[in-house]
């Protein structure tokens, strides 16, 4: 799962067993921190080459 709201897309998704990508971005909910603990990988902004790379695509 990858998505930019902490407690609905990343705590939501590792809730269900599934991986979550954080992407803090400028929509991001106010108060979400910039990286997330419960999130496999963290990035700034929407940072897609940095989700390939942790891909390795």
């Known amino acids: 799962m990858v998505g930019n709201d902490e407690r609905s897309d990343i705590m939501g998704a590792a809730g269900a067993g599934i991986d979550g ?27 897609y080459a940095g989700l390939l790379g942790y891909l390795n695509i």
Do not use: K
Not at 36 to 42: D, G, N, T
């Open 21 to 47: 990508v954080y992407m803090r971005t400028e929509i991001s909910p106010p108060g979400d921190p910039q990286t997330s603990q419960h999130a496999v990988c963290s990035l700034t902004g929407p940072d």
